[in-house]
């Protein structure tokens, strides 16, 4: 595995991009096989993972997270409960009253997850969309309510500076997604800033495996506390 050194910029080339996808949904069918599964989708135009040395032909996929939103308050506890017997992903922090089981007392969030690289930032971005049951889009003030808590409060500070509506680069039709400025910066400072990476180096590999436990926890995606062990080894 390549590692990154004191002078890494905390982005990353395409094919590296590529490399890490791969490793990410490895390790993610391997330590959390009970939930839905990240998926590499690739472009329908050109080689499945790069046409060329700049852009990477191909992206991530989530897709049909169930966020059930209660007409009335819930338990905590009893959700909780419920949420760890049904065995699916939990979207942490949502608003105390959503749960991920299917009840006719709750009226059901999709969402769709998208890890696409980006070549002007050299840097991973995170997409999504939701939507009703019915197919109906969710509107950003809907979408705010099924957000952690810590979200949206940043969201509400910084509304469209946090998250910003652009044509997804692969489906061309408008998706939400969480602004990358910054991004290079604050994952040299993860990477290199952990004992264990400033010591042995950061797996260029894992490099997902760290930007996503950071990033899924803004829309409340848990990363397996297993597969962030398993990059310390």
Not at 125 to 147: H, M, Q, T, W
Not at 208 to 230: A, D, I, N, Y
């Amino acid at each position: 595995m390549g590692c990154v050194s004191p002078s890494w910029d905390g982005t990353l080339s395409p094919k590296d991009f590529s490399v890490a996808a791969h490793v990410f949904t490895e390790r993610w069918e391997r330590n959390k096989s009970a939930s839905p599964s990240w998926f590499w989708v690739n472009s329908p135009k050109g080689p499945p993972l790069l046409a060329s040395s700049q852009h990477v032909e191909g992206y991530l996929s989530l897709e049909s997270m169930c966020v059930l939103v209660s007409a009335e308050d819930s338990n905590e506890e009893e959700s909780c409960a419920v949420e760890e017997e049904a065995g699916f992903c939990e979207i942490e922090g949502a608003a105390d009253n959503a749960t991920l089981v299917q009840s006719k007392h709750h009226e059901a969030h999709y969402y769709d997850f998208h890890i696409v690289y980006s070549s002007s930032f050299r840097v991973p971005v995170l997409y999504f969309r939701a939507y009703c049951s019915d197919g109906r889009p969710l509107l950003l003030n809907d979408i705010e309510k099924d957000l952690p808590a810590c979200s949206s409060k940043v969201l509400l500070e910084t509304k469209w500076s946090f998250i910003t509506m652009e044509e997804h680069p692969f489906l061309n039709r408008p998706w939400y997604k969480l602004h990358p400025c910054g991004t290079s910066e604050w994952m040299k400072l993860l990477c290199l800033g952990d004992e264990v990476a400033a010591k042995n180096g950061l797996a260029i590999e894992l490099y997902l495996v760290s930007w996503f436990s950071v990033v899924g926890q803004v829309v409340g995606l848990k990363t397996p506390l297993e597969m962030v062990k398993s990059q310390r080894n």
